[in-house]
């Protein structure tokens, strides 16, 4: 579906830190919350980055900057070429109308004494110019058309639908300026696994009708398997794997990636015989105090003294580089080795749609 095409973003050392302070009267700084501390990657037209890794990791931070709700404390992020970083006023305001996002929860998000048709219209309201007044109501209808919900229903209010209806007027939302990169922040983590493949299907018509490019999180590396043409897998504020959906599923390299795949549901009970369990020793360190070199290591059965000493840098494994082939991917391990855990079944590939 997507191939090489150009980068509509481009993220480049990407760090948000949140300042710890101490003290009532005399607020001190006395450390930070690195929620997110290096991170890069291009996103291209028309296709879906997938990111993945456990809560509190930093993919809502990550999120919250590629949509300009928040600012970098460094880095940068450019949009067809031009650093958005630095925009402010009238320019940032143009583009963040083509960088929408959807939210992860559909029963807090959406104002409970708002009607839908003022919910999905909204975004109109901060951008008057996306459609002339008169117009909006039926714009709004059409919203409601194309995600799949009822035109006649646009007076209701969010509770008198379902989780999956109310975030299909989170996408209906989030459509609204015709956008060309949507942010989905764990867009089906609330909903039930049967309402979750319905509303991805939906974004997935939705992707190949608007042209859009997604930044798709979750937390669960089966959730965006179906949806991603890349995946990256993060941890502790940065990108530990990434690469195409059969290098990271079929070819993990990275010890983190390997654990995440050993617990992903697998329906083929024969299958599920010959899987590896991994089990992780231990709890996610805080971001405000990560572990030096690898911020794995406190985890990592592989650990070694080189692992305390230097961070590994996120590119392709030098044992790989020569020959190539699908481990030849960025992975942040000194270690790095190939691991295959789930066991190859079903359609894989490049992804549908
Ligand atoms: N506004 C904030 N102030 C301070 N710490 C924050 C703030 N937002 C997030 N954090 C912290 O940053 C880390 C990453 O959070 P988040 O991006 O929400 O992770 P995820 O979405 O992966 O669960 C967490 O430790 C979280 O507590
Ligand atoms: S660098 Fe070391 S600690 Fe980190 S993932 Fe690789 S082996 Fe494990
Ligand atoms: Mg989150």
């Known amino acids: 579906m997507t191939a090489d095409g150009e980068a509509i973003l481009e993220v480049r050392d990407l760090v948000k830190h949140y300042p710890l302070t101490r003290g009532v009267l005399f607020r001190k700084q006395v450390g930070a919350v690195r929620a997110v501390d290096g991170v890069s990657f291009d996103l291209r037209r028309g296709e879906t980055l997938g990111v993945v890794g456990e809560s509190g990791c930093g993919k809502s931070t990550v999120a919250r900057l590629l949509v300009h709700l928040e600012r970098p404390t460094a880095g940068r992020i450019r949009y067809k070429g031009e650093d958005v970083t630095r925009l402010s006023g009238r320019a940032l305001k143009a583009v963040r109308r083509n960088i929408q996002m959807v939210f992860q929860d559909p029963y807090t998000s959406l104002n409970p004494r708002m009607t839908v048709g003022d919910i999905v219209g909204e975004p109109f309201e901060i951008h ?71 509303v991805i299907n939906l974004m997935e018509k939705l992707q ?107 590119e392709v494994p030098e044992r790989f580089r020569a020959a190539g ?22 359609p894989g590939g490049t992804g549908g749609g």
């Not at 009822?150 to 299909?168: A, D, I, L, W």
């Not at 007027?169 to 609204?176: E, H």
């Not at 690469?243 to 617990?263: F, K, N, V, W």
């Not at 549901?265 to 070199?293: M, N, W």
């Open 208 to 314: 190949d009708a608007f042209e859009l490019s997604y930044v798709f999180i979750a937390h669960d590396l089966s959730v965006v398997r179906h949806i991603s043409d890349r995946v990256a897998v993060m941890y502790l504020g940065r990108f530990a794997e990434a690469g195409t959906d059969a290098e990271i599923y079929e070819h993990p390299t990275h010890p983190y990636t390997q654990a995440l795949l050993s617990a992903v549901p697998v329906p083929d009970p024969a299958a599920r015989e010959r899987r590896e369990r991994i089990l992780l020793a231990g709890d996610i360190p805080s971001p405000a105090d990560p572990p030096s070199g690898c911020r794995f290591r406190t985890r990592c059965w592989k650990a070694q003294e080189k692992c305390a000493l230097e961070v590994p840098p996120l």
């Open 128 to 198: 008057p110019e996306a459609a002339p007044k008169g117009s909006r109501r039926q714009r709004v209808r059409e919203l409601l058309d194309v995600v799949g919900l009822n035109p006649e229903h646009v007076n209701r209010y969010p509770h008198q639908f379902s989780g999956g209806q109310r975030q299909r007027i989170g996408i209906a939302r989030g459509l609204a300026l015709r956008p060309e990169v949507i942010v989905a922040d764990e867009p089906v983590s609330a909903l039930d696994v049967s309402v979750q493949a319905q």
């Open 325 to 346: 082939g699908p481990a030849a991917h960025v992975s942040a391990c000194h270690f790095a080795e190939e691991r295959p855990v789930v066991p190859v079944a079903g």
